[in-house]
């Protein structure tokens, strides 16, 4: 018996128990203390609700805050199709009931008492009771775990449904929740949104987080689907809000300006990341930061005209050290898990970004890591090359640079170039250049 299904069954008997109590007092002691209005009952019935939140990986189940599955952080419920799904085995210990997984015939069957429902997997059907009904969404098998629309199951085990911006409550009653209740179940669930498994990127409409994203770029596209919408990094820092125009102007000043030479040659990368530690307060020292860095080893082989050689997406490429051999440098996604060793939980990758919200970004306060170029302009078409890597083939440039961005005016864009050749870019220039690197970028999320 696990500890949910033990504790359920205490709360069964603590009920029993509190009406043997009141049937043994003394009739006459309670009808006076009635009379009087001096009886006090202190205690509340055990409930046995069950609510859920989208994307949390914890539960309401009566009075307790419970895991919907304790050694697998990433199952939280999601919707598909209007429905609901939340994995099979969370709710049958809920319910009470037994689970049984018929693999040959694909079913999923929930039982207990005279109540059951049957699921077919990858089909929008199921079975009340014997009896077929339709569903919106079909059962299905997500990252290991067997996930089963929650309305069938509250039907055939006699509770109602209700649900409101993300919230999903199973009880006994018919009429909905008041809103106390709501934000009472939102403030308790809310905090175990699985940031770390399902994204970062929050796409929230009117205070409720309508969906989570992984990649900036999807979070954006669905905020801007419908008007008012505004996107937040994990729930607390608004990352872009149309209500909210970013100023003509700013500036960052707590940026220090940090020189990768002599010592790094191709480390511009990792010396932009420092600065932008530094920033935060962060002492990190770039040649440590170049020891740390997540390396792609592959090795620089030339095939006749056609060179192999590693992709900077999957870490360093070549030698940092010395331009006397092979390499070239490192792209965002090594860059932001580094970052995110010293800045855990706060390291945003916007890569992919516009460049007005680049801007904004800035305007808020903090500085950020871009890829651009020693141009400092749009690199021509033939400063590229075609490179062999262990993801198929990439087009590259030697002309490749990092900067950290500390600000904007109406006609240039303020860097910390950690060449020092330059402290600003005129803003068309700046733009070209960015957007044909592919608009990288990373930053971190301001205490609130």
């Given amino acids: 018996m696990d500890l949910v299904r033990f504790v359920k069954r205490l709360n069964r008997w603590l009920l029993i128990c509190i009406f043997v109590s009141l049937c043994a007092y003394p009739i006459k002691i309670l009808a006076s203390k009635i009379d009087k209005n001096t009886l006090s009952l202190a205690f509340g ?21 419970i ?49 059951s429902v049957t699921y077919q997997l990858n089909k929008a059907a199921a079975k009340i ?36 911006d993300g919230l999903v409550a199973l009880t006994r009653n018919v ?56 996107v937040k990094y994990r729930g607390q820092h608004a990352l872009w809000d149309p209500q909210r125009p970013a100023p003509k102007s700013f500036r960052v000043n707590e940026a220090p300006l940090i020189m990768q030479l ?18 935060a307060g962060i002492e990190a020292d770039k040649m440590e930061l170049a020891r740390e860095i997540r390396k792609n080893t592959a090795p620089y082989i030339r095939v006749g005209n056609e060179i192999h050689f590693g992709n900077p ?7 940092m050290y010395s331009f006397d051999k092979p390499g070239l440098g490192v792209y965002h996604d090594p860059i932001a898990e580094l970052a995110e060793k010293y800045m855990p939980g706060r390291i945003m990758d916007i890569t992919g970004t516009s460049f007005e919200h680049l801007l904004g970004t800035v305007a808020q306060g903090t500085p950020v890591w871009v890829i651009h170029t020693t141009l400092y302009d749009a690199v021509p078409a033939n400063a590229w090359q075609t490179w062999q890597t262990e993801d198929g083939p990439i ?54």
Avoid at 175 to 188: I, K, M, N, V, Y
Avoid at 262 to 278: D, I, K, N, W, Y
């Fill in 45 to 65: 019935l055990p409930s046995d609700d069950i609510v859920v939140m989208m994307y949390s990986n914890t539960a309401k189940a009566g009075r307790y805050l």
């Fill in 67 to 115: 895991p919907i599955d304790e050694g697998r952080p990433h199952a939280t419920p999601y919707t598909n199709g209007g429905e609901t799904l939340v994995p099979a085995r969370f709710l049958a210990s809920q319910l009470d009931a037994e689970l049984t997984i018929n693999e040959k015939q694909g079913t999923l069957t929930l039982t207990g008492g005279r109540s």
């Fill in 129 to 164: 009771d014997g009896k077929p009904t339709k569903l919106h969404a079909p059962a299905q098998i997500k990252e290991g775990l067997a996930y089963v629309p929650l309305r069938a199951a509250g039907q055939a085990f006699g509770r109602n449904m209700h649900a409101q």
């Fill in 175 to 230: 009429e909905p929740p008041d809103s106390e209740q709501w934000q009472d179940w939102r403030e308790q669930l809310v905090a175990y949104i699985a940031y770390d498994t399902v994204g970062s990127y929050t796409v929230e409409f009117r205070g409720s987080i309508v969906a989570i994203y992984r990649r900036w770029e999807d979070a954006i596209g669905a905020a801007r689907q419908v008007p008012g919408r505004i």
């Fill in 262 to 279: 002599p010592e790094l040659p191709r480390g511009c990368e990792v010396t932009s990341l420092a600065m932008l530690l530094h920033s």
């Fill in 313 to 319: 997406n999957n870490g360093f490429v070549g030698d």
């Fill in 395 to 448: 087009q590259v440039t030697y002309y490749e640079h990092s900067l950290l961005v500390t600000g904007y005016d109406e006609k240039y864009v303020y860097v910390n170039d950690p060449l020092g050749r330059r402290n600003k870019v005129e803003r068309a220039a700046f733009k070209r250049g960015w957007v044909q690197m592919g608009s990288q970028a990373v930053t971190y999320s301001p205490n609130e």
